[in-house]
């Protein structure tokens, strides 16, 4: 699978919109971009995964650059529970049945 | 609602003990994945499962062996645990092969610790 870069931290206030970024420069065409989250001592838990266009869903946004190269999760209204490690994976719909790879994530902090 | 449950969320064992780990999903998943988590390393892929009786080696296998008897049920085992299996130890199911858009679902994560 293709790398991403994401930050290692942010800090946003609670009820604030946050936007975590995520570039994976080297993505391929058949690559979709996946997100997922890990709150405090629970496993990870998928967010939302793109292809090309802008998706929502009851959790978050995902917008996606024209070119591919990077991508945005968008929370629009960050609560503490949504304090958790974030992590951008891109999975090539054309592989096989594998694991996925988790790079270091973004460690997402929210301020009451 | 998906639901991926492990045996045991904390786990004590002695160095040399085999150590059984379960995990069952109730989504009729064909996939089944066991990986660990630690500190700077981020989540490793130990074994997977694409079938009943089938497994494939992940990132690091050495140490473990996996059972899959059933659709639903996928078990990790320590043959003879050691202090460097100490670990969370995290289970997940997937629905579709890669080729398609898969989702992983997780469980609560086993935090076994060899003394």
């Known amino acids: 699978d293709a790398k991403t870069t994401q930050p290692n931290s942010m800090e946003s206030n609670e009820e604030e919109p946050v936007h975590l970024p995520c570039n994976h420069s080297?993505?391929?065409?058949?690559?979709?971009i996946h997100w997922y989250r890990q709150l405090p001592s629970q496993g990870p838990e998928y967010v939302i995964h793109?292809?090309?266009s802008n998706v929502n869903n009851r959790m978050a946004s995902l917008a996606i650059a024209e070119d591919r190269k990077s991508s945005t999760l968008i929370l629009h209204r960050a609560t503490l529970r949504d304090a958790a490690v974030y992590y951008c994976i891109l999975r090539d719909v054309n592989g096989g049945a594998d694991g996925l790879t988790f790079g270091k994530g973004t460690h997402l902090i929210i301020q009451p | 609602d998906v639901k991926v449950t492990q045996s045991s969320r904390y786990l004590v064992k002695r160095t040399g003990e085999k150590v059984f780990l379960e995990c069952v999903q109730d989504m009729d998943h064909e996939n089944m994945f066991w990986y660990r988590q630690d500190p700077g390393l981020g989540l490793r892929l130990i074994y997977f499962s694409y079938d009943v009786k089938m497994k494939e080696k992940g990132d690091i296998p050495e140490g473990y062996s996996v059972s899959r008897e059933k659709k639903e049920r996928f078990s990790l085992i320590l043959e003879s645990a050691s202090t460097n299996q100490t670990s969370m130890y995290l289970c997940?199911?997937?629905?579709?092969?890669?080729?398609?858009?898969?989702?992983?679902?997780f469980g609560p994560g086993t935090r076994l610790t060899v003394l």
């Open positions: 793109g292809l090309t």
């Open positions: 080297t993505i391929s065409g058949t690559d979709y």
């Open positions: 997940a199911s997937s629905a579709l092969a890669r080729g398609s858009t898969d989702t992983q679902y």
